[in-house]
């Protein structure tokens, strides 16, 4: 479905906004290091069978034909004469992992509808088309999400999951060949359209923008993996999601064209570990189109000043696909690619293999504090639509409590839900907590985050379509009273007997550590203070960055002059003057396909010309942006709070304030109906829970039933106990 197989490159022309920074080829050692990987990711189960396969392109046929057949049945129902009726037509497209080439055994399959002016998205799309669906027995599970950001209907068809958008074109006849690549596609679209158009045109876009498809995919296909090992897998959750880790594993394979998956994958780690975000990430230049839709620009849209990590979608209009990431969520992402560069590293001197790698990131051993957001419904479907919801908001309490503390509390969502299965309709979400690596505590000071999370709630129960029954409850739980529901059969696994990358890091930091301390008087520190040092200054480099750097972006301008200048700008500061001819001299060798000379010195030097380039290429500044640690664009609800705190200081009392506070007394508490009750400290056990405020009714519902009689709600957290596990216990 969709456009032909976009075929490989080998007209060498340049793909990218900058020069690469090596164009050498691979060696023995890179070919046999790619196929280990290759088969670590079969033996993984990451490619599906030839079997699931063919039935994949079954369904997609069967797929086109059924909305052809539709959109013929609504022609002749809205009065259209014979030759228009059988002219009429509509045409299935793919995006997303399955387009890319990259998905797995049981994955779904992103695919878009286009039709026709006359078929309408809410009559014909959501209403005949889901009825037809709805009779076919090959059909279950048929589920359509109309008010969406982007209208989805969700089913299986035989069995494969589908995921169908629409898209409403000005035309009266789709052509069997459209082309949905050309801009002009979205001429008159509406909203929605465009939103619906954007997956496949940026996908499709990424194929034409990469100098191999092939190396492109396994590489994609590993870095997903890894992702998802190590708990960064999840746009919801503020993390990267999957078009995401497509357009940066798409930026490396520009910047090393003719490199395979071995040292791609090497690469992206080493670059995106240098990267001076918020820097952005581009395929191509920004192009500021004729049809006046809305695109990324920092200069002229306020709410794209404050993203941390842009990565720019390639297809007009180029907006930025990763703004749910927070300050915090951007430490963990830095770390976990500092720590893949590390095994790189290691795996070129046989330290490490691809396993180590892919270790599993350990959640509920890395911190000694969580929090515990719990949620349930009265029946299936409501807890469906709670649930969504919920999740599209949990982000907002990562950036609250961020703000609140000034940066001094982390969080670390874990980007997965769990459910009790003794609970029905019941599902929790768990946030790691930690203070701020170097800060200085005070003995008996506190986090004191009861009104932030109030705040939270309150936001997520002014939910449009909330019923009674949709709850949320948030606590405080620490590391030994994990619910063992979480862990997989239910059991709370023992101590890792295996000793992975991180401990066998710590030990060879404590025997590094124990020679310092012989040789020098005054040490060098317990090994958790060498390792807490270093991602201390992980954490400053990116705070800094997040303060001073501007972002490099080909903005344009009406007259076009802007973009020129910019970019003579990459051409004459970028990675092309220095990073690759010297890369080149390095690198290669003198040779097409980069064999070493074996010389330590040779390899030193070319390591660090190739850090020059890359160096270059991520820190080129053009446009200067406000500090970024504000964030206040992504809190639109604190609105609302604003306007509510401020009556409350009309009325002449105070206002709750969230701060760091060593009192451990009874402090003022604003529940979520605006009025003011005592808290007090409440203790069970080793849990601090904060129980829910009284469920609000959204303005739509009249004569909401009466809440229940609430606990007063209260969480404090102890600065003294908030340092990341080390493995010491709890």
């Known amino acids: 479905m969709g456009s032909p197989l976009l075929s490989n490159r080998s007209s060498g022309q340049r793909l990218g906004i900058t020069e690469p920074i090596s164009l050498s080829g ?16 079969q033996d993984a189960g990451l490619y599906e069978s030839q079997e699931e396969a063919v039935t994949r392109e079954e369904v997609l046929g069967r797929l086109d034909q059924i909305v052809k057949i539709w959109v013929k049945s609504i022609s002749r129902a809205k009065g259209l004469n014979e030759q228009l009726v059988q002219e009429a037509n509509a045409k299935i497209f793919t995006f997303g992992s399955y387009r890319l080439g990259v998905h797995g055994p049981g994955a779904d399959i992103d695919t878009l509808c286009v039709g026709p002016r006359h078929a309408t998205r809410e009559e014909d799309f959501f209403g005949e088309l889901h009825r037809m669906l709805s009779e076919m027995s090959e059909v279950s599970e048929l589920h359509p999400v109309p008010d969406a950001h982007v209208p989805v209907m969700r089913f299986k068809f035989s069995g494969v999951s589908i995921d169908l958008l629409y898209a409403k074109l000005s035309l009266w006849v789709i052509p069997e060949d459209l082309d949905i690549s050309q801009d002009s596609i979205l001429q008159n679209a509406d909203d929605q359209t465009v939103r619906s158009l954007n997956g496949c045109r940026v996908t499709d876009q990424i194929l034409r923008l990469v100098p191999n498809i092939q190396n492109f995919r396994t590489t994609l296909r590993c870095m997903r993996f890894w992702a998802k090992r190590r708990g960064v897998y999840s746009n919801v959750a503020g993390f990267l999601g999957g078009i995401n880790w497509a357009l940066l594993v798409a930026r490396i394979c520009q910047l090393y064209p003719n490199a395979l998956p071995n040292m791609l994958v090497s690469r992206f780690f080493r670059v995106y570990t240098q990267w001076r975000w918020p820097n952005p990430v581009m395929l191509c230049d920004i192009e500021e189109g004729s049809l006046g839709l809305q695109i990324w620009d920092p200069r002229r849209n306020p709410k794209d000043r404050f993203h941390l990590m842009p990565i720019i979608t390639p297809a007009y209009p180029c907006m930025n696909s990763s703004y749910n990431v ?68 949990l982000r ?42 170097g800060v200085l505590v005070n003995e008996g000071e506190q986090f004191d985050i009861r009104l932030t999370v109030e705040e939270f709630k309150h936001s997520v129960n002014l939910y449009t379509l909330w019923k009674p029954g949709m709850e949320i409850y948030v606590c405080h739980v620490r590391r030994k009273n994990i619910p063992k529901f979480v862990f997989p059969g239910g059991v709370r696994p023992p101590r890792p007997s295996k000793a992975t990358w991180d401990s066998r890091r710590a030990m060879e ?85 980069g064999k070493p000379s074996g010389s330590v010195a040779d390899e030193s030097s070319s390591r660090e010309a190739e850090n020059l380039a890359i160096e270059k290429i991520t820190s080129v500044s053009y446009v200067a942006c406000p500090d970024f640690s504000k964030e206040l664009d992504e809190l639109e609800d604190d609105v609302q709070q604003k306007d509510k705190y401020e009556d409350t200081d009309k009325s002449g009392k105070s206002p709750p304030m969230v701060s760091l506070t060593s009192n451990v007394a009874a402090t003022a508490v604003m529940s979520s109906n605006g009025i003011s009750t005592s808290g007090s400290f409440y203790t069970s056990g080793d849990i601090e829970e904060l129980e829910p405020a ?7 519902i009249v004569n909401p039933p009466a809440p229940p009689t609430q606990r007063k709600p209260l969480i404090r957290l102890s600065l003294t106990s908030l340092g990341k596990a080390k493995g010491k216990g709890t």
């Open 694 to 700: 009284e469920l609000m009714a959204p303005p739509s």
């Open 509 to 593: 930091l404590k025997a590094a550590s124990s020679s310092q301390v012989d040789k020098s008087p005054e040490g060098q520190g317990t090994p958790d203070e060498m390792d807490e040092g270093r991602k201390r200054k992980r954490e400053e480099e990116v705070e800094s960055n997040l303060k001073s750097a501007r972002i490099v972006a080909a903005l344009p301008s009406s007259t076009g002059e802007a973009q020129e200048s910019v970019l003579a700008s990459v051409a004459t500061n970028g990675a092309g003057d220095i990073g690759h001819d010297v890369v080149q001299n390095h690198i290669t060798g003198g040779s097409a396909y």
């Open 396 to 437: 907002q309490l990562t950036l609250k409590i961020e703000r609140h503390t000034y940066n001094m509390l982390q969080c670390h969502p874990h980007p997965g839900d769990f459910s009790d299965k003794s609970r029905p309709f019941h599902h929790s979400y768990f946030m790691g907590l930690q203070r701020k690596q």
């Open 26 to 41: 691979p060696t023995e050692d890179d070919v046999i290091k790619t196929h280990e990987l290759e088969k670590f990711l």
């Open 326 to 393: 927070s300050a915090s969520t951007l430490r963990i992402l830095s770390e976990e690619f500092q720590r893949g560069s590390d095994i790189c590293e290691a795996m070129e001197s046989s330290r490490a293999e691809w396993d180590t790698l892919f270790e599993p990131f350990a959640f509920f051993e890395a911190y000694k504090n969580y929090l515990q957001i719990d949620i349930s419904a009265e029946n299936a479907d409501d807890l469906r639509k709670w649930k969504g919801w919920v999740e599209s908001r």
